[in-house]
């Protein structure tokens, strides 16, 4: 069993800056292969990015290449996500998620636990 809690989103004027953080526990996160995805309203959970279990793999979806960086800490049980640059089309509630395979997965049905979501706002 992996619980996974999101922190650090907020409202953010476009071309700011924000660091999501994912806390994990289990004594097995060093193994999960990590992602995030994002939800905006009335859309479809989509891809953002993801870190295989060694952080040696990452993968991001077109629209935030070199905008975006997943990283992981395995010390600290914790997958971050550095978001740059932000733009109004990045506003979605986002979510961790962690895969048992060690990763990297990109479909949403490949991932077995799920945090509860955290809202990120950008205005223009």
């Known amino acids: 069993q992996v619980v996974l809690v999101e922190s650090g989103g907020g409202l953010v004027q476009a071309g700011g800056s924000l660091r999501l953080s994912c806390a994990a526990s289990?004594?097995?996160?060093?193994?999960?292969?990590m992602g995030w995805f994002r939800q905006a309203p009335g859309k479809e959970r989509r891809f953002v990015a993801v870190?295989?279990?060694?952080?040696?793999?990452?993968y991001y979806t077109d629209s935030v290449k070199g905008r975006f960086t997943i990283s992981r800490d395995n010390a600290k049980n914790t997958v971050y996500l550095q978001m740059n640059n932000l733009k109004p089309e990045d506003t979605a509630v986002y979510y961790c998620?962690?895969?048992?395979?060690?990763?990297?997965?990109?479909?949403?049905?490949?991932?077995?636990?799920w945090g509860q979501g955290i809202q990120v706002t950008v205005s223009s």
């Open positions: 998620a962690a895969e048992a395979a060690s990763g990297p997965a990109i479909a949403a049905n490949e991932y077995d636990y």
């Open positions: 870190i295989n279990w060694t952080g040696a793999r990452t």
């Open positions: 289990g004594r097995t996160f060093s193994r999960y292969g």
